[in-house]
């Protein structure tokens, strides 16, 4: 018992009647074999089908190897003996009008590139090619898509049949896949040539557009990904408005964006250098103010102090001071994930990271570090809670 598969010579017809030649299950789902159908089964790189049987969902077309039956699985079950098929439209037509520009890109990427077609892979997602070349230049894809696009404007008409075996031997196929009994052909307007089982156009001109989107080096083989028709024109339409509004927000032409770009990079770099620079300077004048007013202890001076900025600012403060001899920093940064930054200078052995373990049991958190230099924290906590558990390490000090 097998199907009928009537997508083969029409692949336009999207509502059909059909007896039931078989009820089953594929996996854990219920399916149903008809006697003809106009579903497409998943293969050759293109995703089944979907649509409705009397009504309930079809989710997915197997052809069953055994007897190449065509398996509907469904959503639900089904008793009937003959049902009405309805077929998602829209689907169809995108894998429709993708697999023959597929074709074309393919032949197109041989004439134009001399890139041999590998593998292909259609999904909702993306469309995908991998071909057997890794150096293509910039020159030779602009061959291949004004070839590709021309066959496309030129609306030629594509057949596809069933040539007896000595016809087929005639032919000047591009891929001949390994499959047993008769070999469907697709013949795209005398531009290819190729053996194939898929959905394809009456003529290129409903294809619209093939436009190569991108192109990566994967290996030995490069693996594009291509967009025709509404695919094509969304992708063109979300890519104009980036473009559009990043050239207005620079106050540019779209033409002139990297230029534009590659100018604010370098602001930023120089300008995060001057920052840094400017930082320091202000940290060492800052310093040189603390240990003015800091403590004398015995043998080092002592500067133990929260503040409300962040860390970052706070650690290079920490640095400046004990960048001098005979210093120990006790600084905190308040806020919603407050720092303690405890350091002293090389000059000095005493080890700081009791007094940070000592300040973090007031003030929570965790950290560590080495007997010069110590961090911790990472909770939220305000200018006060953050001095208090400085001043608990500071008393460790006596
Ligand atoms: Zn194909």
Known sequence: MTTERLYY??????????????VTTHGERPALVLNRTYFYPEGGGQPADRGTLNGVRVLDVQSRPSDRAVLHVLEAPLQARRVTGEIDGERRRDFRLHHSGQHILSQALERAAAARTLSVHMSEASMTLDVDRVDIAPEEWEAVENLANRIVLEDRPVRAWFPKPKELAALNIRKLPE?????????????DLTACGGTHVARTGEIGVIKVVKAERRGETTRLEFKCGERALRDYR??????????????VGYWELPEAVGRLQ???????????A?????????????????SQRDGYRLVARAFARNADEVRLLAQALTAEAGVVALLGAAGER????????????LDVQPL??????ALGGRGGGRPNLAQGGGVSADLAQVQAAIEAAAALLG
């Open 266 to 276: 370098e602001q930023n770099r120089a300008l995060q250098s001057e920052l840094k």
């Open 179 to 191: 499959v047993e009994g008769r070999l469907r052909v697709v013949d795209v307007g005398g531009f």
């Open 9 to 22: 010579a029409d692949s336009y017809t999207l509502s059909f009647e059909a007896d039931v030649l078989e």
């Open 238 to 251: 979300a890519k104009n408005d980036v473009a559009n509004r990043l050239a207005a927000s620079l106050t």
């Open 338 to 349: 407050a720092q303690l930054i405890f350091a002293r200078s090389a000059d000095l052995s």
């Open 356 to 361: 940070l373990k000592k300040a973090l049991e």
């Open 278 to 294: 400017a930082r320091e300077r202000l940290a060492a004048y800052e310093a040189a103010t603390l240990l003015a007013e800091a």
